[in-house]
């Protein structure tokens, strides 16, 4: 199947600063991809669908102030979850779609801890 | 009433069993319908997509379709321990895709 990459697979961060995450379709083009948070034995919770070139639109109940999504290119997206808090510490993954109704492929996850 | 529904198990079955797994989803208009594989701690992973009425076979994996009856379903012969995780339903329905909570699956040696 498709190749998606994240990055960093792992991350700790103090109370209060921004962490950026990074998500790259290696082989393909992606016009869309998806945010998702997991939080431990939970399903998946989709955060915002990202679309290149315009804005991402987010799930009720998800800030956009503070999960900020960029997808600049066919082939990237960033997920920056700014002033972050423990509350915040959860399993973040992305997944980008490879064509219109057609499979989405993961990237590997980030663990979030916020300390 | 949630867009995609599956038992969550847990689901156990022994080693070299048939593990039967099913979803139903709500939208008679979903167009792609897959399974999605998660470990522990990992993201998941696709293990098939179907698109049509019917069965389709990949390796030890069948997904079987039904639209008339709004159900998708997979079946794993020979059931092995390392297919001990969660399986996850996803339909696409306006360019939107829904994941069922998942399935636990354990495959006992």
């Known amino acids: 199947g498709a190749v998606v990459s994240q990055h960093p697979s792992r991350v700790i961060c103090k109370s209060g600063t921004s962490v950026k995450i990074e998500c790259r379709s290696l082989?393909?083009?992606?016009?869309?991809m998806f945010w998702y948070r997991q939080f431990p034995k939970q399903s998946l919770m989709l955060m915002a669908t990202s679309n290149e070139g315009s804005k991402a639109t987010y799930e009720q109940g998800v800030e956009k102030d503070k999960f900020l999504i960029n997808h600049a290119s066919l082939t990237l997206s960033t997920l920056t979850v700014t002033s972050a808090h423990p509350e915040d510490s959860s399993f973040y993954i992305c997944s980008a779609e490879a064509g219109m109704n057609t499979e989405a492929f993961f990237g590997q996850g980030t663990r979030l801890t916020v300390v | 009433q949630k867009e995609v529904e599956q038992n969550s198990g847990p689901l156990s079955v022994p080693e070299g069993a048939i593990a039967s797994l099913n979803c139903t989803y709500s939208?008679?208009?979903?167009?792609?319908f897959f399974w999605y594989r998660q470990y522990s701690g990992k993201s998941p992973e696709l293990i098939m997509s179907i698109y049509s009425n019917g069965d389709k076979e990949d390796g030890r994996f069948t997904a079987q379709l039904n639209k008339a009856s709004q159900y998708v379903s997979l079946l794993i012969r020979d059931s092995q321990p390392s297919d001990s995780a969660t399986y996850l339903c996803a339909v696409i329905t306006g360019n939107q895709f829904y994941f069922g909570t998942g399935t636990s699956l354990t495959v006992i040696p």
């Open positions: 939208d008679r208009g979903s167009q792609s």
């Open positions: 082989d393909f083009q992606a016009t869309t």
